[in-house]
């Protein structure tokens, strides 16, 4: 019970900071990490230029480091640790 609380606790904090991502963001890495397909499949997918592709790949796992390290940061202050 524990185990399962503490996933889905994870998967909400992952969910809110994919909304704070664009659209875009969004899109490539839910293909790259949840269907699995390269930078390359999705840009096919998404109907933009690999290079298009790879930028928002890489901005976009920046901006989620960001925001889940903003969210650690938050929950550690709100709990005293």
Excluded: C, W
């Excluded at 994919?18 to 875009?24: A, D």
Aim: proline fraction near 1%.
């Amino acid at each position: 019970p524990v185990g399962a609380l503490e996933r889905e606790q994870k998967t909400q904090k992952l969910l809110r900071a994919m909304g704070g991502l664009s659209e875009r963001q969004q899109e490539i890495l839910h293909l790259v990490f949840y269907q699995e397909l390269t930078i390359a499949e999705a840009a096919g997918v998404m109907g933009i230029s690999v290079g298009s592709a790879r930028t928002h790949y890489e901005r976009g796992k920046e901006r989620l480091r960001t925001l889940l390290n903003q969210e650690q940061d938050h929950d550690e202050s709100a709990t005293g640790s």
